[in-house]
């Protein structure tokens, strides 16, 4: 389970901080499968949400480790 939780953890922080650069950068994106997972429209609020949900799960996985 600690592993799951670290890579879901691990996906969800490269997958929002890659969709808050696409945002803020251009239209390059390395995680196409994030968009499907935010609203149209609040794109910056929901990349922010998909990368503190990955943190909040890849915290606790790692220290139990």
């Known amino acids: ?3 799951l939780l670290g890579y879901l953890g ?11 650069l696409s945002g803020w950068l251009g239209g390059f994106r390395l995680f196409g499968f ?4 935010v ?3 609040h794109e910056t609020a ?3 949400a ?3 949900l990955g ?3 890849a915290v606790p996985a790692a220290r139990r480790g």
Do not use: N, Q, W
């Open 1 to 3: 389970m600690k592993t």
């Open 55 to 57: 943190v909040l799960l």
């Open 46 to 48: 929901g990349y922010a």
């Open 34 to 37: 994030v968009r499907f997972l």
């Open 10 to 20: 691990f996906t969800l922080i490269l997958g929002g901080a890659s969709g808050l």
């Open 39 to 41: 609203p149209e429209g």
């Open 50 to 52: 998909l990368l503190v």
